[in-house]
Nanobody, 123 residues
Framework: QVELVESGGGLVQAGDSLSLSCAAS????????MAWFRQAPGKEREFVVV?????????TYADSVKGRFTLSRDNAKNTVYLHMNSLRPEDTALYYC???????????????WGQGTQVTVSS
């Protein structure tokens, strides 16, 4: 069973930076692909970024975060990081880490989810 634990959320001001972490455990075969999604109150879960752990060149960002967010990974710690710069109030959401076996921007393709970490950006 794959387990994902996010951390690093918080309250920041517009223009600030924040980094989130997602520590994974469990069979690596079931988590070749990892992604971040976010969900604001009253809205559907939204894709943020996805990376293939087999081929780092397979990384896709949502247009809304491209150029501001960067994904990195530490294989030794089985952790992926979401570095968020130039944060905006519209980035406020509960951020979820997800893992699966298919490279996809669709939430339904992911089997494993973390509990989420809240990011709030004040104007």
């Amino acid at each position: 069973q794959v387990e994902l634990v996010e951390s690093g959320g918080g309250l920041v001001q517009a223009g600030d930076s924040l980094s989130l972490s997602c520590a994974a455990s469990g069979p690596t075969l079931n988590r070749d692909v990892m992604a971040w999604f976010r969900q604001a109150p009253g809205k559907e879960r939204e894709f943020v970024v996805v990376i293939s752990l087999v081929n780092d060149e397979w990384t896709t960002y949502a247009d809304s975060v491209k150029g501001r967010f960067t994904l990195s990974r530490d294989n030794a710690k089985n952790t992926v990081y979401l570095h968020m710069n130039s944060l905006r109030p519209e980035d406020t959401a509960l951020y979820y880490c997800a893992a699966g076996t298919k490279f996809s921007i669709l939430a339904r393709q992911y089997t494993y989810w973390g509990q989420g970490t809240q990011v709030t950006v004040s104007s």
